[in-house]
């Protein structure tokens, strides 16, 4: 079982919609949780950084995380048809250096 | 944000050949710093850790002879793939850590590699 699980679908949505996105872990020991925008043939953007459980929200972007279920999402409102791209969530502990374990990502096409 | 920059962004190059690529952050120092590749519609796979003025720590499979890291300031570290082939065609994305505030993570814009 890989230690991040990520759903890569694609997810096509219309304009304006809620998307939701989440992952799984197995590994109860990851203490910091991000959101990345991967566009294509681009490097990977930090969107979302939270530590520990709880919301954190950053205009129209909520990163929520339940360690209890070991499960993180990432929800955008209002999407925009330049959200396309992959969102891949990372996380880490400070026990591996903070070397990133990836989810596969999730391909997202916000359709006008 | 802080930025990483990532230097040459595209490099084709022929079999046998060595290639380097430098990863800078920008507006801070990394004392840490990640190499990772990443194949068409895959994840991210970490293949070292860089650590300035230290030998980086290689994950397991990667060949740290083939893969050759230097990290000899905080700004800046450079991956060299010696005697380049096809198979290591990829995308080779870097990523370092900021010190301040709470450590976040930040990603050069990656070098795609195509070994002839």
């Known amino acids: 079982q890989k230690e991040v699980e990520q759903d890569p679908g694609p997810l096509s949505v219309p304009e304006g919609a809620i998307v939701s996105l989440n992952c799984t872990y197995s590994n109860s020991a990851f203490q910091y949780f991000m959101w990345y925008r991967q566009y294509s043939r681009k490097g990977p953007e930090l969107l979302m950084y939270t530590y520990s459980s709880g919301n954190k929200e950053d205009g129209r972007f909520t990163a929520q995380v339940d360690k209890s279920s070991k499960y993180i999402s990432l929800f955008i409102r209002d999407s925009q048809p330049s959200d396309s791209a992959t969102y891949l969530c990372a996380m880490t502990t400070s026990n591996s250096g903070y070397a990133l374990n990836f989810g596969k990502g999730t391909s997202l096409l916000v359709t006008p | 944000g802080a930025v990483v920059s990532q230097h040459p962004s595209r490099v084709i190059c022929k079999s046998g050949t060595s290639v380097k690529i430098e990863c800078r952050s920008l507006d801070f120092q990394a004392t840490t710093m990640f190499w990772y590749r990443q194949f068409p519609k895959q994840s991210l796979m970490l293949m070292a850790t860089?650590?300035?003025?230290?030998?980086?720590?290689?994950e397991q499979g990667v060949e740290k002879d083939k893969f050759l890291i230097n990290h000899a300031s905080l700004t800046l570290s450079t991956l060299t793939v010696t005697s380049a082939h096809p198979e290591d065609s990829s995308f080779y994305i870097c990523?370092?850590?900021?010190?301040?505030?709470?450590?976040?993570?930040?990603f050069g814009e990656g070098s795609r590699l195509t070994v002839l």
């Open positions: 990523s370092a850590r900021d010190q301040r505030g709470a450590g976040e993570l930040f």
């Open positions: 860089s650590n300035e003025g230290s030998k980086a720590t290689y």
